[in-house]
Structures are given as C-alpha cells and as structure tokens.
C-alpha cells in the first residue's frame, strides 16, 4: 500500500504563504462617540479652583499629550525636590484651572457620564480609588442630573419654593442674611440646579448650611466698616489689607489638601498671617473688643474676596442613619472670628 505523501502541494502552498497566522480573534476597535456638549451637566467644581499638572494626569486620568492647549501658570510655590537628607530645592510646576481640566477628561473620557463610569469602574477593579478628582465620589449613579430651563440671575431674593423661603426668613431673624447671600454665592458659581435627584440642589444644600452653620458665627456688625476712618490702628490695618495676595499671587499663598475636609484649602501664608493679626492686636489696643469684632469681619470679608477658602460642603458620612444633614458645610476662613488672636 503507497505511502501518504508527506509533502503539501505547491498550490496550498502558495495559498498559505501571503497569510500570516492568526493569534486568537482581532480586537474591536474602540469607537469615540461624538457627543453633544450642550447636553452634558455644568461643572460642580468652584471657578478658582486650580490644580497642578501631576495632579491633573493622575487624578482625571490624562497623558502629557491630552494637557496640551490647556493654558497654565508657572510657580514654584509649595514644590520641591529632595536633593539630600536636609535640603530640599524649590522646581517650576504648571497650575491649571480644573475646570479645564476636568472639561479635556470628560471630552476623552466620553462627557461626564462617562468620566464617572471609568471612575466606578476603576474602584470596582480594585485600582486605587483616590486617583480620583476630590469632588468626585465613586460608586454612584453617572446618571445626568437634569437642569432647569434657566439659572435665575438674581440669587440674593430668588425663593422658588416654600422651603427657601422660610430659610430666608429664619436667617434674616438671626441678623444671618449675609450668610444666605454667602451660602448662595457658593452655590451660584457651582450652578447647582434647584432640584436633583441626588440631593445635590439648592433646596438640600440650603437646609443643610441652616442646619450645620446655625449660631457658628458671632454677630456681624451692622456695618463693618463702622470703626473711625481717622484711626492709625485701622489705617495701618487697611494699608496692609489692601495689599493682600489672592489666587493669582501663587508664591504668596499656600494650598494643601485637608484629610479631614477632604478638600483642598487655599490660604495666606503664615508671614501674611501674623502681620494681619499684629494690626488687628493694635485694633484691640485702641479701640478695644468692639473695635476688634469690627475689624476681625473687615478681615474675613478681605479674605474671602482675595479667594481663600471660606465655605465649603460634602458629603455627610453620618448621613441619613445618624444625622439628617445630607451635607456638611464647613467655613475655613472663620478662624479669623475666632476669640484669641491665634496664628495659625
């Protein structure tokens, strides 16, 4: 009986040899939907915000690639080398708005909705959740937050429902009414919405800041600027207040994340500091407690305005087994309220 032959036919071959063998099935590509931006939820992220570009990579989940044309400025402030045991050396670092951070991840990430999906996802996988934008929380619902017709301009008398109405009311009898015009300012430039599914709404937030701010400040003077223009005290405190770094003087402030906020708290450097509580010490010395309380607002109001951390909220972990606030708020510029003239 003949042998089968061992040899393949010269046609199979030629067949076979402008195929390269396979190796398990081709991927699918992936498919960059084109989205509409119009219908993705505004930013929740306060407009001053700023943060750094290693930050920004590792925290949005962006290469150097997807950084380019977002602008920034450069500073040296807060970022350092170790160069031996004892000596550290202070090295350029690019700071970013993070709203246009934010904006460049959900334009590659697939809008907000998507954002939070790879964010859940990650956590799910088990890979580090704290890589993770600080105003965003894992595990929830990326659901679109549907939005009113219309922001209303006018936040200061703006009461859409019985609730904030009555708000209102109970503030302006605690003589609080700046502090709902604070507490709405915060929630204006967020854009919150009046309504939420998720209880991220002017309604909620509102009746948490009545709830958790109540009685945490002394009496606001009727004017804070009541005290004698004539004054060297309050002279020396206005020349010195009027030279007072904001946001933009990047050298001139310190910014480090707060574990127990859980935010990032922007403030005056401490040379800054001790020089505003010498002079408002001098106000005490002239024109005594009174003097004081005035001058202690005109400096909070300042430092608010210059963009230092004031109020602030989130979520309350206590919530709803333990306490009825949804939301924490927290004011970080109201050590300046405080009895003792404290340096901190």
């Given at each position: 009986m003949p042998k089968a032959s061992s040899q393949t036919s010269s046609s199979q071959q030629s067949s076979n040899a402008g195929s390269p063998?396979?190796?398990?099935?081709?991927?699918?590509?992936?498919?960059t939907e084109v989205q509409d931006k119009s219908l993705w939820r505004p930013s929740w992220i306060p407009e001053t915000a700023t943060i750094t570009k290693t930050d920004a990579m590792k925290r949005y989940h962006l290469n150097k690639k997807d950084m380019d044309g977002l602008n920034y400025t450069t500073t040296t402030a807060n970022s350092f080398v170790k160069i031996t045991e004892r000596f550290y050396k202070a090295v350029e670092s690019h700071v970013y708005k993070e709203r246009d951070v934010e904006m460049r991840a959900w334009e590659k990430h697939g809008g907000p909705e998507?954002?939070?999906?790879?964010?859940?996802?990650?956590?799910?996988?088990g890979k580090?959740?704290?890589n993770k934008p600080k105003s965003y929380e894992v595990g929830v619902d990326p659901a679109p937050v549907p939005l009113p017709a219309a922001l209303v301009p006018d936040i200061d008398i703006e009461t859409p429902n019985i609730i904030l109405g009555d708000i209102k009311a109970n503030m302006q009898d605690r003589n609080?009414?700046?502090?709902?015009d604070a507490v709405n300012k915060v929630l204006h430039e967020m854009r919150i919405p009046d309504t939420s599914p998720d209880g991220r709404d002017r309604t909620t937030l509102m009746m948490c800041a009545d709830n958790t701010l109540q009685g945490h400040y002394p009496q606001r003077p009727a004017s804070a600027y009541s005290l004698p223009p004539n004054s060297a005290s309050v002279e020396a405190l206005n020349k010195l207040l009027s030279r007072a770094p904001s946001t933009q003087d990047g050298p001139a402030i310190d910014s480090q994340y707060d574990d127990a906020a859980k935010n990032m708290v922007v403030e005056w450097k401490k040379a800054y500091k001790d020089k505003v509580f010498a002079k408002l010490s001098g106000v005490l010395q002239e024109h005594g407690s009174y003097g004081l309380e005035t001058a202690r607002w005109i400096v909070y109001d300042k430092y608010?305005?210059?963009g230092m951390s004031s109020l602030d909220y989130?979520?309350?972990?206590?919530?709803?087994?333990?306490?009825?606030?949804q939301w924490i708020w927290n004011d970080s510029a109201?050590?300046?309220?405080?009895?003792?003239l404290?340096?901190?």
């Open positions: 063998a396979k190796k398990g099935f081709p991927r699918n590509k992936k498919v998507g954002f939070q999906r790879m964010l859940n996802k990650r956590a799910k996988g580090k959740s704290n609080e009414l700046w502090l709902w608010v305005k210059c989130q979520p309350n972990p206590k919530w709803p087994a333990e306490s009825p606030s109201k050590f300046w309220l405080e009895n003792a404290k340096r901190e």
